[in-house]
């Protein structure tokens, strides 16, 4: 019998990688406007710059998290834990350094304070896009008698401010929903670690809840890893049929959940 659902939240519940490409093309029209016309390839380079300096070497060590650079670029590196005190005492440093590679490549040196109003400017586009899908509040509605999980690789206070920030926080503050980052468990999905872990904060067992999410690499591969009755999120209508990793079930509206449950 199915007792609760896990959710991821980033295109699960909240509109999320679109707003990178957003705010990066916003970057581009205000600071590098001579370079707006050709914004497929400095997109790039912004996406495997940001990559390269912020997740493969300033965050190596916590690369299991499975967030990185373009997160610690506007993310609250605040809370508890192992992960969040490493990222307290370096993510403004982090920061800097990420933005001055971005611009070295266009031969462009900035100043420590021009790379703070550049982050400023670029932290506020992408808190101003936090936003969530139609389906979710009707669906969260209906699951009100049920146990409810978070399950999001990210930032234990940034994640719960992006909840805040979109209405849907209230939805997990009861005795009977849990939240869990990637940052907390130190591991993110598909690992079994943070599966266990909120398995275990709900008093669940591994056949009495749904994992919903958009990827089947995390999201769904780690639930199927666990037994957990998996449930991909495609709202793209994006067709997988050579993926290797298989959902339980497929649906293109978080509603469609409810045909599963009762």
């Known amino acids: 019998m199915i007792k609760g659902v896990i959710f991821d939240l980033d295109d699960t519940l909240t509109i999320h990688d679109d707003l990178y490409e957003y705010s990066y093309l916003k970057v581009i029209e205000k600071f590098l406007p001579n370079y707006k016309n050709d914004s497929k390839n400095i997109l790039n380079i912004f996406i495997n710059t940001i990559h390269k300096i912020g997740t ?26 192992e992960v969040s005190e490493y990222l307290n005492e370096r993510y403004l440093k982090f920061r800097i350094e990420i933005w001055k ?32 899908f139609d389906d979710v509040i009707p669906t969260l509605q209906n699951l009100k008698n049920m146990k409810l999980g978070i399950l999001t690789n990210g930032m234990i206070l940034h994640q719960r401010r992006k909840m805040a920030k979109s209405g849907i926080l209230n939805f997990f503050s009861k005795n009977n929903r849990k939240i869990l980052t990637s940052s907390e468990s130190i591991l993110g999905k598909p690992n079994n670690k943070p599966f266990e872990v909120i398995l275990n904060k709900l008093n669940l067992s591994n056949s009495e809840v749904l ?31 050579n993926n290797s990793i298989k959902p339980n079930y497929e649906i293109n509206n978080l509603e469609k959940i409810l045909e599963l449950i009762f």
């Open 101 to 132: 590679e971005v611009f070295n490549n266009f031969g462009i040196e900035k100043s420590k304070e021009e790379i703070l109003k550049i982050n400023n400017f670029y932290i506020y586009s992408m808190w101003e896009g936090i936003k969530l």
């Open 56 to 81: 493969e070497k300033l965050f190596s060590t916590y690369k299991e998290t499975k967030f990185g650079g373009r997160d610690i670029l506007w993310g609250d590196c605040g809370g508890k834990g």
């Open 211 to 241: 994992m919903v999410g958009d990827s089947l690499a995390s999201d769904i591969l780690g639930a199927n890893k666990m037994g957990i009755t998996s449930i991909l999120l495609n709202r793209r209508n994006i067709n997988y049929t």
